[in-house]
């Protein structure tokens, strides 16, 4: 670590290597006992990714300049929003599945739901429509970070809040019946 002494400053800065995400002290704890529910709120700006659409199946052969991020966990921080917090079950409380819901307040914006821990994808959601996404995380690992990722597919200047529940409170809407959209993504997370 450096030290940097400067008159009535002090700076102390992780060496370059180790700056990879994890909790923080500032970070959140979900214990399910003292902290069942964390909140969030983010500020969006304007993005058009629409492009993307027409990459999506040819990007399984060779990516273009103009394709989604390949790894949404690594997703450039002027298109997708991130919050991280700790799932850290307390004691005699125990382990199950966590929800993790996004909103925003103005139709006709499209946001995309990624959440990550020990660098894999623990559950996503890419609902092209309403104003709210959910992602059910059935099995975390206790203990560890986890990072919520908002892809900002398509937005205008807006506030994405953002709730996450342990045990679980939102879930997964449902249709009868339940299919994926023309993609095969599943879109009922986008019923919430």
Not at 24 to 43: Q, S
Not at 95 to 121: A, E, M
Not at 161 to 179: E, L, W, Y
Request: net charge positive; hydrophobic share 35%; proline share 7%.
């Amino acid at each position: 670590m450096h030290l940097s002494l400067a008159p009535q400053v002090r700076t102390l800065r992780m060496p370059r290597r180790c700056r990879k995400w994890r909790a923080t002290a500032a970070t959140k704890t979900l214990d399910g006992k003292t902290t069942k529910a964390i909140t969030f709120a983010a500020k969006s700006s304007p993005q058009d990714n629409d492009s993307n659409f027409a990459t999506d199946f040819s990007d399984l052969a060779k990516t273009t300049s103009i394709s989604r991020p390949a790894d949404m966990a690594k997703c450039p921080k002027t298109r997708c929003l991130f919050y991280s917090f700790m799932y850290k079950p307390a004691k005699g409380v125990k382990r199950g599945p966590l929800s993790v819901k996004i909103s925003w307040t103005i139709p006709g914006q499209d946001y995309d739901l990624y959440v990550f821990q020990s660098g894999g994808d623990v559950g996503h959601c890419r609902a092209s429509a309403g104003t709210s996404e959910v992602v059910v995380v059935d099995v975390a690992r206790p203990g560890k970070a986890v990072k919520v990722v908002i892809d900002r597919y398509r937005s205008v200047p807006d506030t994405v809040t953002g709730k996450i529940s342990f045990p679980a409170k939102d879930s997964v809407g449902t249709t009868a019946p339940s299919q994926p959209d023309n993609a095969g993504v599943p879109t009922n997370c986008g019923l919430s």
